[in-house]
């Protein structure tokens, strides 16, 4: 029981200390710190978000596309039926 009591407290003293970071942003990629005017944390971050970009667009295009498609297939067989 004192135990316990004695964690939460070191515990809840421990989060009162947190060192405070200097004003900063994120890394858009790997969420590093970086200064505000810094998107990315190295270059590399920043190709890697590119790619994951375009990875995204053309998941989107995929998607809208086979959307689009089932829309029409139905719309056929509705018609035929
Ligand atoms: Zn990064």
């Known amino acids: 029981m004192e135990e316990s009591e004695c964690l939460i407290e070191r515990t809840f003293i421990t989060t009162n200390m947190a060192i405070p970071l200097p004003d900063h942003d ?13 998107a990315y944390c190295k270059e590399e971050c920043y190709w890697n978000d590119q790619t994951r970009m375009k990875k995204e667009k053309n998941d989107n295009i995929r998607f809208a596309v086979l959307t689009i498609v089932s829309v029409v297939v139905i719309a056929i067989i509705g018609i035929l039926i």
């Open 26 to 38: 994120h890394c858009k990629f790997c969420g590093d710190a970086v200064p505000f005017d810094m």
